[in-house]
């Protein structure tokens, strides 16, 4: 069984900080790990995902994250924040690289504000 | 054009009517599914489908039906609305050949008087 946590389900930072979204996953085989980002009234877009291989993975508009299997995390950065990442963040787990009818279980949520 | 769309957009029904949501793809994949969003749950599995001919319930299944039409098109039925059935529902598609990505529709917004 897989499930997956999302720490705060608000997080506020100004423009210009550091964004820090946290992640745990809990995986009984290795897991695929994604970040999905929602802006309003649209549908969920990937943002980045690990699979096998490097550890910290990189996405688009300069989001990274890092799989730490000994803390069980998936941590979801960005070192400056712009107004435009205003949006909805759901991290999500699968066992895809286990059984390829795996399905993907998504987190609760986070919702990023951009303080000007 | 988009590569998954959903029709309606917008839908508000009444308690015991039946609705239909439906889902289209042009991204020729296999696999399609639904989801519900509720505000503080994130996304919640309503059924799958890996082709036309494999159906499979998700995790909230209870009071939907669903119809895999052709490859391309996946439908989501509410055959008797009750008013907490009312949520954001998301189409998804997904390659057996890329199993690591899904591509969402841009949602209904989904209204039970």
Redesign the interface.
């Known amino acids: 069984a897989q499930s997956v946590t999302q720490l705060g389900?608000h997080v506020s930072v100004s423009e210009g900080a550091l964004v820090l979204l946290r992640c745990n996953y809990s995986s009984s085989v290795p897991p695929?790990l994604?970040w999905?980002v929602q802006y309003p009234?649209?549908?969920?877009?990937?943002l980045l995902?690990y699979?096998t291989g490097a550890t910290l993975v990189k996405g688009i508009n300069g989001f990274e994250a890092e799989f730490k299997k000994s803390e069980t995390s998936f941590h979801l950065t960005k070192p400056s924040a712009h107004m435009s990442d205003a949006a909805e963040y759901?991290c999500a787990v699968?066992a895809?690289?286990y059984s390829?009818?795996s399905?993907?279980i998504?987190?609760?949520?986070t919702r990023l504000s951009i303080r000007p | 054009d988009a590569d998954v769309t959903q029709t309606p957009r917008n839908r508000i029904t009444k308690t015991g009517k039946r609705i239909m949501l439906e889902c289209s793809q042009t991204k020729g994949h296999d696999r399609m599914y639904w989801y519900r969003q509720d505000p503080g749950l994130g996304l919640q599995l309503i059924y799958y489908s890996f082709d036309v001919k494999d159906i499979n319930k998700g995790e909230i299944s209870d009071g939907y039906s669903v119809s895999r039409q052709a490859q391309a098109k996946f439908s989501l039925s509410l055959e008797s609305a009750i008013p907490n059935q009312t949520a954001l529902y998301f189409c998804a598609t997904m390659s057996s050949r890329d199993t690591d990505t899904q591509y969402f529709g841009p949602g209904t917004r989904l209204t039970v008087l």
């Open positions: 389900s695929y994604f999905y009234n649209q549908g969920l877009q990937l995902k699979t759901f699968s895809l690289g390829s009818a399905k993907i998504f987190g609760s949520g």
